[in-house]
């Protein structure tokens, strides 16, 4: 969605709610303004290319961190989102968690993909490098997310296929496969559960992060 989209999507739901407000004697319930706001969000996109109105529609995860609107959850409750989406990880069909590092700082700073304008079947990016540092030589990374910098290093992994790394090596393909498993309400993308990344990309990105020869660890 360009500037202009946003733009009169956010008029169109500062109008409806205010709509709203004028036909209430009373101030609205959070759940009349969360209607009224997915109303608009309905008639404001459209259906082009691979980008189909689903993507509006939330899953029972999201759907309970967005009902929170960022308050924590009950400990009870994220525990069962925790849960329930550890369940959806699917390990490597070959048993190998690890591709090419260098393929895996390609797919990192790759932001493109999942736009309207995109052919079905095209690889996406991971757009890592929108949240996290990734290596020493970044000049411009985002920092929502923790450094990823030394990430394997600093976990002593000095040997990913030696049995002392498995943990973290299963840890970290589960974190990428799905970070809902681990956070519930985390606002990273669910890369394997989504089908973002492919499992060899997924593998490449993995490689980023562990490999001791990669730029990540040194």
């Known amino acids: 969605m360009n500037k202009a989209?946003?733009?009169a999507a956010l008029?169109?739901?500062g109008v409806a709610v205010a709509a709203l407000l004028a036909s209430c004697a009373v101030a609205p319930s959070s759940q009349q303004v969360d209607a009224a706001t997915q109303q608009v969000l309905?008639?404001?996109?459209?259906?082009?290319?691979?980008?189909k109105l689903d993507r509006l529609t939330l899953d029972a995860s999201n759907q309970a961190c967005s009902?929170?609107?960022?308050?924590p959850l009950e400990e009870k409750l994220?525990?069962?989102i925790e849960a329930a989406n550890l369940k959806t990880v699917k390990l490597p069909s070959d048993g190998k968690f690890l591709g090419s590092w260098s393929e895996g700082e390609k797919i990192a700073q790759d932001g493109r993909g999942m736009t309207w304008s995109d052919k079905p079947g095209a690889a996406n990016g991971g757009s890592c490098y929108n949240c996290h540092q990734?290596?020493?030589a970044e000049l411009s990374f985002g920092s929502i997310g923790?450094?990823?910098?030394?990430?394997?290093?600093?976990?002593?992994v000095s040997d990913p296929a030696a049995e002392a790394s498995k943990p973290i090596v299963e840890y970290t393909w589960g974190k990428l496969w799905n970070a809902k498993a681990y956070n519930a309400c985390s606002g990273m993308p669910r890369?394997?559960?989504a089908a973002i990344l492919t499992e060899q990309q997924i593998r490449d990105v993995m490689a980023l992060l562990l490999d001791p020869k990669s730029p990540v660890n040194q």
């Not at 923790?146 to 002593?156: A, D, H, Q, V, W």
């Open 67 to 71: 009902d929170a609107a960022g308050a």
């Open 146 to 156: 923790p450094s990823l910098y030394n990430y394997g290093k600093l976990r002593g």
């Open 11 to 13: 008029l169109a739901t």
């Open 191 to 193: 890369f394997g559960h």
């Open 78 to 80: 994220a525990k069962s």
């Open 42 to 51: 309905k008639s404001s996109f459209r259906e082009q290319g691979i980008a």
């Open 5 to 7: 989209h946003k733009k």
């Open 134 to 136: 990734i290596s020493k």
